[in-house]
């Protein structure tokens, strides 16, 4: 038995069991077979929650995980099977056309007839849906076409004028006339803007669709208002430096099921101009309205403007529903979320899976993670819990970088926080991420300067600048941040000014360092990260062998001011170094693993 058809009769079972009323629409006949559909539920309003938890009890029990839900016309949940197959269910509480009502699902539930394992709706009844769903799609699909000429065999014609008169008005005769003719004349058609303004003239003719009109209309309208909040949609940024890239259509194939090809923008290919940035907003956030995908793509020169593309990316709108796909010109491929700052590693020489299900996986599991928050998937104890404040210190070379790479990758798998927030020395005020991922070359050191009067003032005056500043953000941003369950991450932090003073342009007194100090927040904890100076100058050559003897010598010394610090080995692979920081924090006050699935496992 493959996994979808075993998937959809434990949900037929356990409607069964559950007295839950519905009816599977269309497209039934392959319904167990046909991996490319969805499959379209009648649910009753009033049942629809008891609906939902037959859902999640089939998935539990079949191995799928709800990684997409959104609210169209209808209900949409998209599961995912660990193996990598796809299913979307439908519920609809009603037929209509826009806001313009055809039919309840009462109505359908109540005339439903049993077929193989499940039930679907009576002639008449499937007959409207499927005439409706033609409106909608503006053509009679072959598949459309042969099923009405199917029903219109089971009941007498009588029956079926009656119950089009009561629906479509004076048009009933029309499409009676059309699904007569269809079996034996397979070229015929019937005029849909006929039908379109029968339905139109039926709402406004009787009281019920009246009643019915108004309806659909404030539900609409709050409906518009949640997608302008919180869009199904989302956007992935493509920036590669290889040559060649990758070649991304393999991953939009695979991820049809998702976002339908007609619901996918593009824009830009290397060889296309550019496109104004109004356009390039309004496109994205149709896109994500709609439901669909906004496809950006970068063909960067070098390695070295990965950052400045992740920058100008972190500030769109939405970030909670925006992707970014990075690959360097080794053919390393990083992935990162703009809202949590989780992030993947994809190997290039790992063959085991492919990088499309990799892609996929991270994205949904992301997905999913969202999902959770919104059922309250965590216990009130652990809601309440704050983030963790935690410093990297350590020289050039030591791996920091990498290592807080590990984190970002690591926190998101084991679901330790909501988010990672990574910052280089000191905070930003902005609301926009910045992810540890190296330039790729040598960034030149500062020349160091002779210290005179002058440059002691304007030291002490920056000095005072960046205390004034990281205080601004600590109150403004990370503090919100920490009661929001985020780890975040600082590069060397204020110890910065004691490793390496040439880097921050400090020429003032040493004293005054001590006394600014206690003035800055406080980390919860600080990991300093040792390497040999061997291993130092082998990993980077900014720093000579003096200058790195000079700071090993001042970090030995170095005060730390922190609950907590813990010194690990910079020579150790950075994914058992995270591991090793992770479980540290997670001891800090007894907090769980929340292991979220199909997060994307860091290949090293």
Known sequence: MNSRKAFLLALFRILEEKKVPYAVVRNYDDIYSSTASDVDVAVEPEELDRFKQSLSEAAAATGYVEILRARYVN?????????GGFLRIDAETETRWRVFPVLSAKAVVGLRRRHAEFYIPHPRHESIILFVASIWRGAVSERYRLQLASLYTQ????????????IFGTAGDMLADYQMRIAMDPSATFNLKVAKRALIAQAFRKQPNRRALIHNLTLDTHRFIDRVRRPPGISLVFASSAKPAWKIDKLLDRMEFLYPAKKIRRNKSPAEPDTPSWRLWFERFFALFKGGLF???HALRNDSEIPEILGTHSRLLYSSRAFVCIENSRGEMTLAHMKTGFMAQLDSTQKTVSREDDIIRFITGILNRSLAREESHFNSAEVQRKGVFAVLLGLDGSGKTTVARELCCQVGEMGLFQAVRYY????ALG?????PIASGTNVPRKTALDPNPMRSAVSVLR??????????????????????RTLVLMDRYFYNYYLDPVSVRYYGPAWLLDQAHPAFPQPDMIIVLRAPAATLLARKQELSEEEIHRQS???????LRAPRSIVVDGTRPAAEVAREILSKIAALDGRKNHQMPLAVSSKR
């Open 295 to 297: 496809l950006r793509f």
């Open 431 to 435: 609301r926009q991420a910045t992810f």
């Open 463 to 484: 000095l005072f600048k960046n205390l004034l500043l990281t205080q601004l953000a600590w109150w403004l941003r990370v503090r919100k941040l920490l009661r929001q």
């Open 155 to 166: 009941l007498s014609d009588l029956e079926f004028r009656r119950t089009f008169r009561g």
């Open 553 to 559: 010598a001042v970090l030995e010394q170095l005060a």
């Open 75 to 83: 209900f949409s949940y998209v599961y995912l099977h660990p193996e």
């Open 424 to 427: 280089h020395w000191r905070p």
